[in-house]
């Protein structure tokens, strides 16, 4: 099989790109900002199957720059899906636990009604709902708080500046399940071939297990490095954010367990892979 990734430098793209049978395109050959070049690139490959790892993540820019993110997060994805279903292609697309309100304590479901708080949200669902209006042979992989040896990520930070600190104050009333990149590509690679031998289409969650609070995340990243860094408590209110951020994170990934065989990911075991891969 050859598969067509589209990014090249985030997270997830920079662990599909260790994987064999797929070709990662950055903004040199697909520029999200230009919806119709991405479809174009897909109808002249004619790929095996084609994932979407590519997005506008920076989430409190996305406040004030919500029609370019429209575009790159919304438009782009819609119409790769278009082309996609063109050619009876399988489609697997990357999207986020903040198309929800966060509301309540109960794992959100891929059945729940979607009602993002901020921009970014809005316009991870904007591509969603294209994407399912598109038609074809698609998944949409919801999935949360990913981190890796790659890029800027929460891991990396609190090994930064916790190597400078005795004490950092982290909130403790948002709970979500921290997700592997690597695992995510993984599950990305499993969605396509499934697709492809029928598998159904829909939407999906995949995220680590257990969930925790990000302080017990940062807890649990010193606990590993064997570093003696304190963490207090604060609450959401005590960090604003140019973006509001969802209390309730938390993601019920049984159905594609269920309809795709894939199990969810033990983001503890993975924490200590990527540690052992992070030079110190």
């Known amino acids: 099989?050859?598969?067509?990734?589209?990014?090249?430098?985030?997270?997830?793209?920079?662990?599909?790109?260790?994987?064999?049978?797929?070709?990662?395109?950055?903004?040199?050959?697909?520029?999200?900002?230009?919806?119709?070049?991405?479809?174009?690139?897909?109808?002249?490959?004619?790929?095996?199957?084609?994932?979407?790892?590519?997005?506008?993540?920076?989430?409190?820019?996305?406040?004030?720059?919500?029609?370019?993110?429209?575009?790159?997060?919304?438009?782009?994805?819609?119409?790769?899906?278009?082309?996609?279903?063109?050619?009876?292609?399988?489609?697997?697309?990357?999207?986020?636990?903040?198309?929800?309100?966060?509301?309540?304590?109960?794992?959100?479901?891929?059945?729940?009604?979607?009602?993002?708080?901020?921009?970014?949200?809005?316009?991870?669902?904007?591509?969603?709902?294209?994407?399912?209006?598109?038609?074809?042979?698609?998944?949409?992989?919801?999935?949360?708080?990913?981190?890796?040896?790659?890029?800027?990520?929460?891991?990396?930070?609190?090994l930064r500046v916790g190597a400078e600190r005795d004490e950092l104050t982290v909130v403790a009333d948002q709970i979500g399940g921290p997700t592997a990149a690597r695992d995510i590509a993984q599950a990305c690679m499993d969605l396509a071939t499934s697709l492809g031998k029928g598998g159904p289409s829909g939407t999906y969650h995949f995220a680590g297990t257990p969930n925790v609070s990000w302080a017990q995340f940062a807890r649990e990243i010193f606990a590993q490095a064997q570093m003696k860094t304190k963490v207090r408590d604060i609450a959401t209110a005590d960090y604003p954010t140019p973006a509001t951020r969802p209390l309730n994170s938390r993601l019920d990934c049984s159905l594609i367990e269920q309809k795709h065989g894939i199990s969810g990911s033990d983001w503890q075991a993975a924490l200590a892979q990527v540690l052992s891969e992070l030079p110190r």
């Open 1 to 158: 099989m050859s598969g067509l990734v589209f990014g090249k430098t985030g997270q997830v793209a920079r662990e599909l790109a260790a994987l064999k049978g797929v070709t990662c395109v950055g903004r040199e050959r697909a520029d999200l900002s230009d919806p119709a070049a991405c479809a174009a690139l897909i109808a002249k490959l004619e790929p095996d199957f084609v994932i979407n790892a590519a997005a506008y993540t920076a989430v409190d820019k996305c406040e004030t720059d919500e029609d370019a993110a429209g575009i790159i997060n919304g438009d782009a994805p819609a119409a790769m899906a278009r082309a996609c279903a063109a050619l009876g292609t399988p489609f697997v697309h990357i999207s986020t636990d903040y198309v929800f309100d966060g509301s309540g304590e109960a794992a959100f479901t891929p059945h729940d009604t979607p009602a993002p708080l901020n921009a970014y949200g809005r316009t991870k669902l904007l591509g969603e709902d294209g994407i399912r209006a598109a038609g074809g042979r698609f998944a949409i992989l919801r999935t949360s708080w990913v981190f890796s040896t790659h890029g800027n990520n929460f891991v990396k930070t609190m």
